[in-house]
């Protein structure tokens, strides 16, 4: 059974780096699959924040594009992310996922995502 | 801000049935079947329900299908029960700079 799990800190002031990390057990990422970061303001809906291939290979919103780094560790099984100059507005719950793809005619498209870490409430304050 | 359009609540009396739609464009929803929704219970993360607008994931219960007509895609939950109210959210490929919708609260009556 795949389960994620995100780690940081949950607190962090404005205009510094975000920095979580998302534990993979039960599968390999070197095995396949993008993993991805999605997050959700509170009282409010999802938003994809990029995904990273066990290669290194990444692609991010590009909405968010300028302030975000995501890297992918597959001795320790586990991924990053690392958002920059942060404001109010940063301010969610972090969510990592595994991040499926379907394929037909010749082409791979991002298709779903699952399963879910359980999430992790980062709050961006003075 | 999504690109894909979800109404803000639905509603139904248990054992009903009930539909969310999910409205795109030609270019995201229109144009390709991957699709998915997700659950969310407050205060937990998403669950995968459906994915290429109509497959549903092992253990997700028959009575949650999927759909696609034109650019508008359908989630359907038939015998409602009272665990399914939740936060419902449609996904689609190449949907804008966010693949989700705004999602839905489903509350059972």
């Known amino acids: 059974q795949v389960q994620l799990q995100e780690s940081g800190p949950g607190l962090v002031k404005p205009s510094e780096t975000l920095s979580l990390t998302c534990a993979v057990s039960g599968y390999s990422i070197s095995s396949g699959y993008y993993w991805g970061w999605i997050r959700q303001p509170p009282g409010k809906g999802l938003e994809w924040i990029g995904s990273?291939?066990?290669?290194?290979?990444?692609y991010y919103n590009p909405s968010l594009k300028s302030r975000v780094t995501m890297s992918v560790d597959t001795s320790k099984n586990q991924f990053s992310l690392k958002l920059s100059s942060v404001t109010a507005a940063d301010t969610a719950v972090y969510y990592c996922?595994?991040?499926?793809?379907?394929?037909?005619?010749?082409?791979?498209?991002?298709?779903?995502?699952?399963?879910w870490g359980q999430g992790t409430l980062v709050t961006v304050s003075s | 801000q999504s690109a894909l359009t979800q109404p803000p609540s639905a509603s139904g009396s248990p054992g009903q049935s009930v539909t969310i739609s999910c409205t795109g464009t030609?270019?995201?929803?229109?144009?390709?079947?991957?699709v998915s929704w997700y659950q969310q219970h407050p205060g937990k993360a998403p669950k995968l329900m459906i994915y290429?607008?109509?497959k549903r994931p092992s253990g997700v219960p028959d009575r949650f299908s999927g759909s696609k007509s034109g650019n508008t895609a359908s989630l359907t939950v038939s015998g409602l029960q009272a665990e399914d109210e939740a936060d419902y959210y449609c996904s689609s490929y190449a949907a804008s700079n966010n693949p989700f919708g705004g999602g839905t609260k489903l509350t059972v009556l």
């Open positions: 990273i291939y066990h290669s290194g290979s990444t």
């Open positions: 290429e607008v109509s």
């Open positions: 996922a595994r991040h499926g793809t379907g394929c037909s005619g010749g082409s791979c498209y991002w298709s779903w995502f699952d399963p």
């Open positions: 030609s270019s995201d929803v229109g144009g390709y079947n991957y």
